[in-house]
């Protein structure tokens, strides 16, 4: 619904929780997200859909937050980096990242963790082809990709519970 300055409101589930904003017609997802409701852990890279910084799952498909507007969010449940584990309870995707030193500066690390999620559920035992095309939207500059590959891998042995048998 607009009102009067052009505004259009929109009701949205992010992690699970819902908001009710008002947005500007041209507003990006990404925008709303971490200028309007603080989830800074979408990070923002080149701004052209290029290299996955922004991705977040959107009704389980992961998008680009930046070439996403934010209304056609609208009704729509959206999982941020925020919303794959806290601090003191990581979910298995991150925890595998940190163990297999699969994060260096960080800035591609949110978009490969949720390009990583929605891959494995997916399919929860990808091979590594199938790992490299799931994350094939996302750059990274740091790790060369190997060590964020060795991460999807060991993260889906450990979420189907053989983690041992690798």
């Known amino acids: 619904m607009n009102n009067q300055n052009n505004q259009i409101r929109i009701n949205i589930s992010i992690n699970g929780e819902s908001y009710e904003v008002q947005v500007d017609p041209e507003m990006r997802l990404i925008d709303l997200l971490r200028d309007k409701l603080g989830f800074t852990g979408t990070k923002e890279g080149c701004g052209k859909g290029e290299c996955g910084a922004c991705t977040v799952i959107m009704d389980g498909k992961t998008v680009n937050s930046c070439l996403v507007l934010a209304f056609q969010a609208d009704g729509k449940e959206i999982l941020t980096i925020e919303g794959m584990g806290t601090l003191d309870n990581l979910h298995p995707i991150q925890e595998a990242f940190i163990r297999n030193g699969a994060v260096?500066?960080?800035?591609?690390?949110p978009g490969m963790v949720l390009s990583a999620k929605s891959l494995l559920d997916k399919n929860p035992a990808?091979?590594?082809?199938?790992?490299?095309?799931?994350?094939?939207?996302?750059l990274c500059r740091c790790t060369g990709y190997q060590k964020i590959?060795?991460?999807?891998?060991?993260?889906?042995?450990?979420?189907r519970g053989d983690r041992n048998e690798r």
């Not at 990808?126 to 996302?138: F, K, M």
Request: proline share 3%; charged share 30%.
């Open 149 to 159: 590959v060795d991460a999807i891998k060991d993260a889906a042995a450990e979420m």
């Open 126 to 138: 990808p091979t590594e082809e199938e790992i490299r095309r799931g994350i094939s939207g996302n």
């Open 104 to 109: 260096q500066c960080g800035y591609c690390i």
